[in-house]
């Protein structure tokens, strides 16, 4: 087992984050300006964790799927994993990175970078869960170091507010998840999900509950409508590089969980392809209208976070849906990793803004329209930066976004039903309407008059807030060009999924 | 040759356009300098591609998955429609260096136009239909930018805000159809559309769905009739930026994507009808529109309107060299009205043109240069505009039922009515106000002399154009014809002296005005509707404060109270119990 | 037998789903939340018995109480920061997130 680099992936990030916990708690920073020891002890962790990572999937792209077992608990480490962990490692690092100077002189400053740490390890195990019961642990962990994450600044009770409602949300859908998980159990007496894959091949009342309690119970986490309520208060309260985590991967590793729950019950001839082109398109609207008359920026970004997973829920039902789409499914891959750059961009050009606007002097008030105003004569690099990301998830081309929502659209098209090309439309006509949020923020950011004469403010270590926010950037206009880049690894997750459901 | 010539075309404005940004504002000259230097080494690269007009497609490297191929083709089509843009963007960014002198932003400006040209570049030359979507898109972006230049002008943003919903609502109908053609022949390359369409390989129903669609694209994007609001709003942008994008290139990119499927469509039942008709009625209210209208850019802008919906009623009527030959034409002579429309506006600081008037003496240059364009837009022998128009009227006469042509020689007059009032408000009578005018600065004043230049001689290039056209686009069914052909053709014919008399009619209408009964209430009624946009203007309100109604409603199911929020947890929960329950069992 | 469970599960999580929606004290509602874990996890050792495998369902059971516990206590330090800013234990007094 100690030469299984899957071993180490999953170890290393918990490791460092009880030495990293130490060291910040007993090594006092610099100064009051300087970020806690723990910020770069993090960064330095997330580095090292590449090195498994690197020889995990090079053993993958070898061998093939990667496997550790612990007595009965087995953990596969396939195309979707490779896909998850290549994002998270780089949202991670970005976010980390931002955080040392945001963050700082924050109380309890080295729980949050711990915090991460724990997060990291628990998203890269749930992703190669091949038990549905070892997948319900992972995803508690994970839920859990997101918990206090959410409601870091507990002085503000909005902060407080978010942290709750998000706590006794996520922990009732657990409970539902529990409730399915057991029938499952129950009717076949596996744990494995391919076992109960096997055994599973007509729906009878007790399947169908447990699809639902799953569905409902996964789909809190991954912000599917009725389950949806806790996103806008939880991402737009949580500071600016947890925002930027939450909507960039951790919906998405909860989408990926209902995924493998879900392909548990893929032969028992359910129109789970149905439900989910339906519920994609309700979250599409959903997301963008309440989005749309939203004058605080983070909450219209939390919204847009919901109508963002509606595009990938509407491509999950293709490839549900139709076999020729799902071996052409590489857009929701595209559109997970995009969505990840392009959010995380946003979330962290809109924290870069607010820090040098506000929260430098203590203000921990949201980032509102108005303040937007003229920014771009101060601060033109985050003005630039939010902008390309602004119109990055409107979907217009040079830049990412446009690239994914093609590619899942086009999957829908593969299946040659022409009633496909209405859901198309929709989507398109919802791409539109979101242009109704994204362009706003860009023309007030290009004003010439100011909301007020402030002396722009220059951080200790305004680099670490910088160098995060051009990476992203790059990124996202290196993908809006070369889509090849992330062939790769999509090519491969989207044949792990037709394996899962086919 | 061509190969290495067509991405220099693209990446030349797009490289200029990011160094731009690196020059910054601080350094005003080298800013005009280095973007004229781009635009004018890009018009030069478009004008040796007409070398390499043949009947080939070039192919790079696949994009990635579901993208296709990065292919180009060389045909006649879309090698001229990219010297246009590219020659034309080189004369608008020569007249920016002084009419957008001291202005704060250029370096924003500059990159967009220069993005602009580029992209619409690309847009024709691509023989991809991914890649046609991916350049549309991006001419829609640059378009709302520098509409929405002055960013603390509320009513600059919302019009570049109408335009890119309207825009971008047409691009859905693209999308519609690109992803549609990738379906049912597997490729994104349009030859291969082509040929799929014609052999019979695509269902009926598929194949109408697609020429509507792309009918619904075009149409927003030329802004004709039901998409036509977002045009004359769009008059908010710089002069410069109205010449070029809103008169020359980018309302023409609708009128080529329905030249470019042209072959593949035109067997559907009723698409060719449906232009027509569309075009026809986009010419009478635009028209009428112009008639009363007193802003002078909108006076512009809705006779471009009225002018690509003659070149809608070409394609309606079959005849795709018609067409490209009035867009040629009128991309040269609408700049020219626009660029000299933007020194005056420049100048004396006002767009009303009841404001102006006797600037004829004062401005002579400006004055001549006008005069030529609006000659040419009613149709005056011997300048382009009469030469293309008549080819269209022909066209029609000989192609479409006789009612279409009668209401077209109608449109004659209404153009020529209101040119004439354009020109006479502002160059001749008495001042009606005390405004000071000059005449244009040497960078304003080159670009319209080479565009008059061209609106002068421009037709006579007539027979390179069709013959290239012809040898370049074989399954398009387009004739070739001689330069004197086409001049004894429309001399001989009895139906241009017809034409010719319309204009005339429309010209002395206006010179007997206070003579004729016009001033009763149904002259007054016809105003008042022009004025109200024949009603599309309150659609648009509607539509507007219907989605902000919904999303205010939408936004109370965000209750915030935890209570409502487990309870929707299991309403959810019931709504998937009775999904699941009707489908599986 | 096995119905009996059957109905002490289900009225178990009725009972928290109903607490869940009617109150307004933050204690109550963490205290729903334990009542609806333990109606889920007493299905999961009903599953154990339908399927002759109790082991594995008993350490699932407990893997399960370890779990809710640690949500338990971080909803109840947040019930007493709630207490200590607004003084009292009603969700309402900090539903101003709204819209």
Redesign the interface.
Known sequence: MPMNPLFWLLITPIICALILYVVGRTIPPDDESSPNKAAWLSLFSILLTVVPFVLTAKKFTEEGPVSLTAG?ITLTFDGISLLMTSVLLVLSAMVVLFSAQYMVAEDHEEKFYGQIMILMSSIMGLTTATDI?NLY?WF??M??ST??LV?FY?NR??S??????Y???S??????V??G???L??L??E?KISAIRESILT?S?A???A???L??GY??KCA????H??L??AH??APAGISALLSGIVIETGLIALLRALSAVSH????LG??FL?IGCINMF?GT??A??QKEIKRMLAFSSVSQMGYILLGIGFAISFPASAQ?A??IFTHIFNHALMKGLAFLSAGALVYCIKVSKGNHEPLLLDDLNGVSAKYPLYSLAFTISM?ALG????FAG??SK??I????????R?W??FL??LA??N???S??HY??PI??I????PNNDEVAVSPKFQQAMIIPIIILTVAVILLGF???IT?GI??VASETLYTMFY | MAGILIPFLIFTPWLTAILVWFISDKHEEGLHQFASAGAILSAILSLLLLSQIGDSTISFA??????GNLSFSTDALGIILACIANCIGSLTVIFSAEYMKHE??LA?YYSMVLLFIGAMSGLVLTANI?MI???W??T??CS?QLI?FY??DPNA?RG??KA??IT??G??GL??AG??I???TNSFEIGRFIQAAQGGEIPA??LG?IGFTLIIAATAKSAQFPFFTWLPDAMEAPTPVSALIHAATMVNAGVYLLCRFFPALEAIPGWKMTILILGLITILISSLMAIFATDLKRVLAYSTVSQLGYMFAAIGAGSVLACQFHLLSHAIFKALLFLCAGAIIHSCGTRDMYKMGGFFKKIPFISVTFIIGSLALAGIPILNGFWSKELILESIHSGTPIIIYILMLFSVILTALYTIRCVWLVFFGEPRSDLHVHDAPFLMALPLGILSLGTITSWLVFEPFSRSLSNSLPLYGIPKETLSELVSKIFWDPYTFLALGMVAIGILVWFLRNKLPLHNSITRKIESISLNSFGFEAINNGVVNG??A???A??N????S?N???F??L???I???I??????? | MNTLVIIAIVSL?AI??YC?IITRN?LK?IVA?QV??K???I??I???K????ME??QS?AI??IV??T??AV??LA??I??RE??GTCD?HS????KR
């Open positions: 009965m019961f642990v508690e962990l839920a859990v918990y206090t409601s507990r009770t909005e407080l507010e978010s942290g709750i409602k706590l006794v949300q922990a009732a859908g657990s409970v539902l529990i409730l998980t057991s029938i159990f129950g076949t007496g744990v729906s009342p399947v169908i509950a699809t639902a309690c569905l409902i789909g809190v599917i409508v009725p389950m309520f806790w806008p208060d737009s309260q028992a001839h359910l129109p149905t439900i339906v959903i209208f309440s749309l008359r052409n590489e857009g119109l979907g217009i081309p040079l446009f690239i093609w590619q659209l086009a999957s829908g098209i593969a299946a040659q022409s496909v090309a198309i439309a398109g006509i791409s539109v309407l242009l109704g362009a706003p023309n007030r290009y004003r010439h008059v070369f889509p090849g062939a999509t090519k | 696949k994009i990635g998955p579901l993208f704060k932003s924003r991914f979507f991916f350049f898109e991006i829609a972006l709302y929405s960013n603390d943003v570049g805000l890119l919903f971008q609502f691009g859905i999308m519609v992803l549609l990738f379906g049912y129903n598929v769905i989605i902000n919904a999303s205010e939408i936004r199911i965000q209750t915030g935890l409502w929020n487990i929707g947890m309403i959810g929960l709504c998937i119990l999904a699941l329950m009707i489908g599986g069992l | 999580i928290g789903f869940l933050i509602i939340l609806l874990v109606g889920a996890m299905a999961m009903l599953a154990g339908l399927t002759d495998q594995l369902a699932m893997t399960i779990a809710d640690i949500v971080i909803g947040m019930s920061q709630l800013k607004t969700i900090i539903s101003k997130l």
